[in-house]
């Protein structure tokens, strides 16, 4: 390409020269016309003939076309000049852009050759060390060679010796035989088979005893077998349970934070009651709040709600209402990661969707003091050992002592005791008949008609009676504020109740758009009368009816 652009450089060139040479001669051959013309026309008129005017004339007008035929070859060589440097400057830029295109390609090239370098050096210093390593092992093998040579040659030399001592103690015990013979008048053969003899007279009486010790032994185990599976079952899988307890505290970073959580006249700790269901103590602990509430899931809400109002630093009533949402959802993300960790450790996979929730509600309940998802995963674990020493279908006996308890979790929302509940809601889902007759009789509500029922009401009953496991007072009390709520929230107009104060106190909020402040007030009074007709308690219960009116719109 280089080549082509310079002979097309030299053609150009030779060309402007040849141009140049042309103007040069025309302009010589020009000049004497010119001043022969001027002198003509200098001359004075009467020495001039016609002839010689002619002639004249005919000069000027030769040299007028020969003067238009140079202007016009001048022109000529003007374009061929702007066409010829026309194309010199395309070829220019023709050949910078190569020449830069070459220049990048070289650039590149010398990239990769330095990338290539530089991997070689690489794979060769990795070479040198392989070698290096392999050169040590070598030498290690070489010197482990030579200490097995050595190891081997000490063995041979040791195994000759183990081989002349054998030798000598045959030698020995041959000569000892050949005394013992001479002494006892008996040959080898003879005093074996005597004492083949007595050892089997010996064995045949000692194993007539020991048949009749195996007997007497079975007989006073026959009952205590049954008793020990029991109690290996409890032994097994006994678990501690945590005492119940209506309190839980919220540490605070600064006791500054109490009077912020208080708000101006209360105003924060009264929506923060009213939004939760809550019982808020503040008092004289250092760096501690306490939240009392008989329901546990009520009140591990709260708990996280307040933790996280107190992280955030943001305390108003909006914001109460947000958090207490989202803890809300964050308890009901626990409770299915409760069923699903608990149906894991029983062994169940194929539980319906629709119950796992249900089953998670459980972590917060509790029966007598005890944990009812807790019981659910012990009584599944006493019936599953007991079916697999009497010879059953322990997955069988394992769901149903897993979900005898399942009605436990709607019993505040379905009339009913929870065995029929529970029943209802594994026949809904599709469970087997075995299983939902063992969770309906479990409590003799329906004859026992399976050998599974009779375990799961065996296992209901090792894990509800083994010490430690339950506590009545707490059940009680806890029935009893559950049902002082059903008192207020079977009203019309009822939007929330909570019981407070561990039951001294009733908040009923109401609907403002159903209930007015008259008929609030009548409302107090009837919640008021019928708690005195149907409930037992010491002292006084307070019932106090909220209505609140809001007023909500957006700034765009």
């Known amino acids: 390409m280089n080549a082509g652009l310079l002979v097309l450089l030299l053609v150009v060139v030779g060309v402007l ?124 093998l070489d010197t482990e060679a030579r200490s097995l040579e050595e190891r081997g040659r ?34 080898a053969e003879q005093a074996k088979a005597e004492l083949v003899a007595a050892v089997e007279h010996e064995a045949k009486r000692q194993a007539v005893l020991v048949a009749r010790d195996i007997e007497r032994q079975a007989t006073r185990d026959a009952d205590a077998k049954a008793r020990s599976i029991v109690v290996g079952a409890i032994q097994r899988v006994a678990s501690e349970q945590t005492s119940e307890s209506v309190v839980s505290a919220v540490h605070l970073p600064g006791d500054d934070m109490k009077g912020r959580i208080i708000g101006r006249e209360g105003r924060n700790i009264r929506a923060f009651e009213q939004v939760t269901g809550v019982n808020v103590m503040i008092d004289d602990t250092p760096e501690s709040v306490l939240l009392s509430s008989f329901d546990p899931v009520r009140r591990e809400t709260a708990r996280m709600t307040l933790s996280e109002l107190v992280k955030d630093g943001r305390i108003h009533p909006q914001r109460i209402e947000e958090v207490h949402e989202r803890s809300k ?150 029935q009893r504020l559950e049902r002082l709520e059903e008192i207020a929230g079977s009203r019309e107009g009822i939007d929330k109740v909570f019981a407070m104060q561990a039951g001294r106190e009733l908040r009923v909020m109401v609907i403002p758009e159903v209930v007015d402040d008259i008929e609030a007030q009548v409302l107090a009074r009837d919640i008021a009368k019928q708690i005195e007709e149907e409930l037992t308690y010491p002292g006084q219960i307070r019932v106090t009816v909220v209505r609140e009116s809001r007023a909500t719109e957006t700034a765009r």
Do not use: W
Not at 71 to 85: M, P, V, W
């Open 17 to 140: 020269i040849a141009a140049l040479a042309v103007a040069v001669v025309v302009l010589t051959r020009r000049k004497p016309a010119a001043v022969s013309a001027a002198d003509l026309q200098a001359a004075p008129v009467e020495s001039v003939s016609v002839p010689q005017v002619m002639a004249a004339t005919e000069v000027d007008d030769g040299l007028e076309s020969r003067r238009a035929e140079l202007d016009a070859r001048a022109g000529e060589l003007t374009a061929l000049r702007q066409r010829t440097e026309t194309e010199y400057r395309d070829l220019q830029s023709k050949a910078d852009a190569l020449m830069a295109t070459a220049q990048t390609a070289r650039a590149e090239a010398d990239d990769e050759a330095r990338a290539r370098r530089s991997e070689l050096r690489d794979q060769r210093t990795d070479l040198e060390r392989r070698e290096q390593r392999l050169s040590d092992r070598e030498e290690r």
């Open 154 to 187: 000490s063995l041979d030399e040791l195994k000759g010796q183990l081989k002349a001592q054998r030798q000598a103690l045959v030698e020995v015990e041959a000569e000892q035989q050949q005394v013992l013979e001479r002494v006892a008048g008996l040959t």
């Open 329 to 478: 959802n964050q308890i009901e993300q626990q409770c299915l990661r409760a069923a699903e960790d608990a149906m894991a450790e029983v062994g169940i996979s194929d539980l319906h969707p629709a119950l796992v929730p249900i089953l998670g509600t459980l972590r917060y309940r509790t029966s007598y003091g005890q944990n009812v998802l807790k019981h659910l995963i012990e009584s599944a674990h006493i019936a599953g050992l007991m079916a697999a020493e009497m010879r059953l279908d322990v997955a069988q006996c394992k769901r149903s002592a897993f979900l005898h308890d399942i009605g436990k979790a709607l019993t505040h929302e379905v009339e009913g005791s929870h065995a029929i509940i529970g029943a209802d809601l594994a026949r809904r889902y599709g469970e087997d008949p075995d299983v939902v007759h063992a969770i309906e009789a479990h409590h003799n509500e329906v004859e026992v008609r399976t050998v599974e029922a009779v375990l799961t009401q065996a296992a209901d009953a090792i894990s509800g009676s083994r010490p430690g496991a339950r506590r009545e007072s707490i059940e009680a009390y806890v």
